[in-house]
C-alpha cells in the first residue's frame, strides 16, 4: 500500500440476505462495481457497512470475501473498532489473515471517555495492531470529538492518517492545517459534501457513502479536484449535493443514508437491502421515493455493474 492513502474510499455496505446471513452475491456484486467506477480503496465495517451491529463471524467472513474479490486491485480498510480492547484485537488480526491493507480504529463506543482516556487507549492499542492503522473521528456514534492532541498522539503512535467524519468543516480545515505538510500522512473527509473544499485546502480525498452507488461520480469530482477544474468542480459538486437533498432525505433519522444506501443498490440490482438488526430498512413508500429520485437524476452514466 502507497503512502499517503488517497482517493475516493467507499465506506462499503455490508450486504446481508433477509436471514441476516452475508451475501455472497451481494458482495461480489458490489465490489465489481465499486472497481470498475474507479476507486481507489475499500472501507468496510464502518458506519455504512454496519460493522458493530454483526457477529464476529461475520464481519470475518466479509473481510475474507472482500480480501479475495480486490486480489491487490486497491487497498482494503477494516473498521475494528469495538466495545472491547481483546474484541478490537481479533479482528485486527483476522483482518491481517486475509490479506487486508489497513486498519480503522475510532474511539471504544457505549462509555464517554475524555480525549486523555482515549490517548491511552491509543497507546496500549498501537503497537498491538499488525496493520497500519487511521485514526476515525466520528462523535455522532462514539460520544468523542478528536481534537488536534488525539491526531498527534495517534500520529506520534504511527497512525498513517485520519479519517474525519465529525460533520465539523472548521475542526477538520485545523486538521488540514495543522498536517498539511506531513506528506506520509492522509487526511480524509467522511462526509462527501466536503470533498470538493477539503481536496482544494489540502486533504487527501474521501470516504464517501454515495460512492457505493455512483462510484464514478466520485472519483470525477475527485480527479477533477486534483486538476482544479473549477468548472467541472462545481457541476459534479452540484450531483453530489442532489443526492443529499434527494435519496438521503427520504426518511428523517440520523441513519436515512444508511438505509437509502442500502435501498437503491438495490433498486440498482447490486445486492439487497437488509438491514442489521437494530436498524430496519425502508418502508415501501420510501423505497418508491428513493426510485423516484434515482430516475430524476439520471445518474445512469455512473453506474458500472
Same mark, same amino acid.
Given at each position: 500500500?502507497? /503512502?499517503?492513502?488517497?482517493?475516493?474510499?467507499?465506506?462499503?455496505?455490508?450486504?446481508?440476505?433477509?436471514?441476516?446471513?452475508?451475501? /455472497?452475491?451481494?458482495?461480489?456484486? %458490489?465490489?465489481?462495481?465499486?472497481?470498475?467506477?474507479?476507486?481507489?480503496?475499500?472501507?468496510? +465495517?464502518?458506519?455504512?457497512? =454496519?460493522?458493530?451491529?454483526?457477529?464476529?463471524?461475520? #464481519?470475518?467472513?466479509?473481510?475474507?470475501?472482500?480480501?479475495?474479490?480486490?486480489?491487490?486491485?486497491?487497498?482494503?480498510?477494516?473498521?475494528?473498532?469495538?466495545?472491547?480492547?481483546?474484541?478490537? +484485537?481479533?479482528?485486527? @488480526? @483476522?483482518?491481517?489473515?486475509?490479506?487486508?491493507?489497513?486498519?480503522?480504529?475510532?474511539?471504544?463506543?457505549?462509555?464517554?471517555?475524555?480525549?486523555? =482516556?482515549?490517548?491511552?487507549?491509543?497507546?496500549?492499542?498501537?503497537?498491538?495492531?499488525?496493520?497500519?492503522?487511521?485514526?476515525?473521528?466520528?462523535?455522532?456514534?462514539? $460520544?468523542?470529538? +478528536?481534537?488536534?492532541?488525539?491526531? #498527534? #498522539?495517534?500520529?506520534?503512535?504511527?497512525?498513517?492518517?485520519? $479519517?474525519?467524519?465529525?460533520?465539523?468543516?472548521?475542526?477538520?480545515?485545523?486538521?488540514?492545517?495543522?498536517?498539511?505538510?506531513?506528506?506520509?500522512?492522509?487526511?480524509?473527509?467522511?462526509?462527501?459534501?466536503? %470533498?470538493?473544499?477539503?481536496?482544494? #485546502?489540502?486533504?487527501?480525498?474521501?470516504?464517501?457513502?454515495?460512492?457505493?452507488?455512483?462510484?464514478?461520480?466520485?472519483?470525477?469530482?475527485?480527479?477533477?479536484?486534483?486538476? $482544479?477544474?473549477?468548472?467541472?468542480?462545481?457541476?459534479? @459538486?452540484?450531483?453530489?449535493?442532489?443526492?443529499?437533498?434527494?435519496?438521503?432525505?427520504?426518511?428523517?433519522?440520523?441513519?436515512?443514508?444508511? $438505509?437509502?444506501?442500502?435501498?437503491? +443498490?438495490?433498486?440498482?440490482?447490486?445486492?439487497?437491502?437488509?438491514?442489521?438488526?437494530?436498524?430496519?430498512?425502508?418502508?415501501?413508500?420510501?423505497?418508491?421515493?428513493?426510485?423516484?429520485?434515482?430516475? =430524476?437524476?439520471?445518474?445512469?452514466?455512473?453506474?458500472?455493474?
Amino acid at each position: 500500500m502507497q /503512502l499517503p492513502l488517497k482517493g475516493i474510499i467507499p465506506p462499503m455496505v455490508t450486504p446481508l440476505l433477509e436471514n441476516k446471513e452475508l451475501d /455472497l452475491v451481494g458482495v461480489n456484486n %458490489l465490489v465489481v462495481h465499486l472497481l470498475q467506477g474507479g476507486v481507489h480503496g475499500i472501507f468496510i +465495517l464502518g458506519t455504512n457497512g =454496519e460493522g458493530p451491529s454483526l457477529s464476529y463471524a461475520l #464481519r470475518k467472513q466479509l473481510i475474507t470475501e472482500v480480501c479475495k474479490i480486490v486480489d491487490g486491485a486497491v487497498p482494503v480498510l477494516v473498521g475494528i473498532t469495538d466495545t472491547s480492547l481483546e474484541g478490537t +484485537l481479533e479482528i485486527a @488480526h @483476522h483482518s491481517k489473515k486475509a490479506g487486508a491493507d489497513a486498519l480503522v480504529v475510532a474511539p471504544p463506543f457505549y462509555f464517554p471517555i475524555s480525549d486523555q =482516556e482515549m490517548n491511552t487507549y491509543l497507546e496500549a492499542v498501537a503497537h498491538l495492531l499488525p496493520l497500519p492503522f487511521l485514526l476515525y473521528n466520528i462523535p455522532s456514534c462514539t $460520544k468523542l470529538h +478528536l481534537g488536534i492532541d488525539v491526531v #498527534r #498522539r495517534a500520529r506520534d503512535l504511527g497512525a498513517i492518517g485520519v $479519517k474525519d467524519s465529525s460533520g465539523d468543516i472548521a475542526s477538520l480545515n485545523r486538521i488540514i492545517e495543522e498536517f498539511r505538510n506531513e506528506h506520509d500522512f492522509s487526511i480524509i473527509a467522511g462526509n462527501e459534501l466536503f %470533498l470538493a473544499d477539503t481536496m482544494l #485546502r489540502g486533504a487527501d480525498g474521501a470516504v464517501a457513502g454515495g460512492a457505493n452507488f455512483f462510484p464514478g461520480l466520485f472519483v470525477e469530482l475527485y480527479n477533477a479536484c486534483l486538476r $482544479k477544474d473549477q468548472e467541472s468542480i462545481v457541476e459534479l @459538486h452540484r450531483k453530489v449535493q442532489k443526492i443529499d437533498e434527494t435519496i438521503y432525505q427520504v426518511e428523517n433519522s440520523q441513519t436515512s443514508s444508511i $438505509k437509502a444506501i442500502k435501498c437503491a +443498490l438495490s433498486l440498482m440490482g447490486i445486492c439487497g437491502d437488509s438491514m442489521a438488526q437494530p436498524l430496519a430498512k425502508l418502508n415501501p413508500e420510501q423505497r418508491a421515493q428513493v426510485k423516484n429520485h434515482l430516475e =430524476e437524476l439520471n445518474y445512469g452514466e455512473y453506474f458500472f455493474l
